[in-house]
């Protein structure tokens, strides 16, 4: 999950280079009946930080819904305010688009988590 979190980061910062302090992305880990939200932010403009929330158990029994549920809803409602300050910076950015041709080169921004790498010289063994 973290790195996919990057790779939204980055996607984002690469539209909006100006906001990369600014900006904040968040994502939730649901494993069986455990919430964990994880929010990703840059304090400087060259490094990702990822928090995490402690696991968040969603209740079984009926008798303990009220109680277990509540801090869940505060979560996701903070998560939401999240998303939508985000939403607002990106909206009201007014960085001017590049419109030259990429080199290649990526100086200066943080790089993507997944690589694709292809084996030029694979090789099959088949031993009997």
Do not use: W
């Not at 996919?4 to 539209?15: A, G, P, Q, R, Y």
């Not at 929010?39 to 158990?57: E, F, G, I, Q």
């Amino acid at each position: 999950m973290p790195k996919v979190l990057k790779d939204i980061f980055v996607h984002i910062t690469n539209s909006s280079p100006s906001l990369v302090c600014e900006l904040t992305v968040v994502g939730f880990l649901i494993m069986e009946a455990k919430l964990i939200l994880l929010v990703m932010d840059s304090p400087t403009s060259y490094v990702c930080r990822v928090n995490r929330l402690t696991p968040l158990k969603v209740p079984e029994l009926v008798e303990e819904f009220g109680r277990r549920m509540l801090p869940i809803v505060e979560v996701i409602d903070k998560a939401k305010l999240l998303m939508e300050k985000l939403y607002i910076l990106l909206v009201n950015d007014e960085t001017p688009l590049d419109l030259e041709f990429d080199d290649g080169s990526r100086n200066g921004s943080i790089p993507l988590c997944f690589h694709i790498q292809r084996n030029i010289g694979l090789k099959i063994s088949i031993f009997f």
